[in-house]
């Protein structure tokens, strides 16, 4: 059985691209080729489907993505907006390398300082120079957090948290 804790998030589906079943997506992990992967999955009313690459192809910064079973605009609408998974142990990701974590696996974790709860990982900004968490706070604002090694203190991936220590004044901004 596969579980969430046995899947990465790799990237998203985007639209529909013709009407022959081809979509759009984007990869977070420069470089992966989706062919390559067993299969990727995508959360079907809270179950990890799996499907698999027929090809990929390069559009933009993006990929043009042909699923196995999915021919038509319909099918692949159905598809849209998801979140792609992957297994781990078929992406060629160590989380005990050198620089310890990747931003991407950390989507969905809590983030701590000390005993306070700051909020959740929903999202990572690529738009700059220095990416940034993007952690919705539980009063439903957002803020967002530069990813630095200098502030990660743990990760807890059994409890899906991230413990740092933040620049005073860093959450008033």
């Known amino acids: ?3 969430r ?6 990237g998203q589906f985007a639209k529909p691209h013709g009407i022959n079943g081809e979509l759009t997506a984007t990869i977070d ?9 067993r299969c990727i999955f995508c959360d079907i009313e809270g179950i990890p489907v799996p499907f698999f690459v027929e090809s990929e192809r390069p559009k933009g910064s993006s990929v043009l993505l042909t699923v196995e079973g ?5 099918q692949a609408a159905m598809l849209s907006l998801k979140p792609i998974f992957a297994l781990r142990e078929d992406l060629d990701i160590d989380d005990n390398e050198a620089d310890g974590w990747y931003a991407e696996s950390l989507k969905g974790y809590t983030v701590k300082e000390g005993d306070k709860t700051v909020g959740k ?5 690529t738009s700059t120079l220095n990416y940034l968490f993007i952690v919705e706070r539980p009063d439903g604002s957002t803020v967002r957090i530069p990813i630095a090694d200098e502030f990660v203190t743990h990760i807890d991936e059994q409890n899906h948290i991230v413990g740092m220590t ?8």
Do not use: K, V
């Open 29 to 37: 992990y420069e470089g992966l080729d989706t062919t390559e992967l």
């Open 5 to 10: 804790d046995s899947l990465i998030e790799i």
């Open 121 to 125: 990982i929903t999202d990572i900004d």
């Open 70 to 74: 999915i021919s038509n605009e319909r």
């Open 166 to 173: 933040l620049p005073d004044g860093l959450l008033d901004l």
């Open 1 to 3: 059985m596969i579980t």
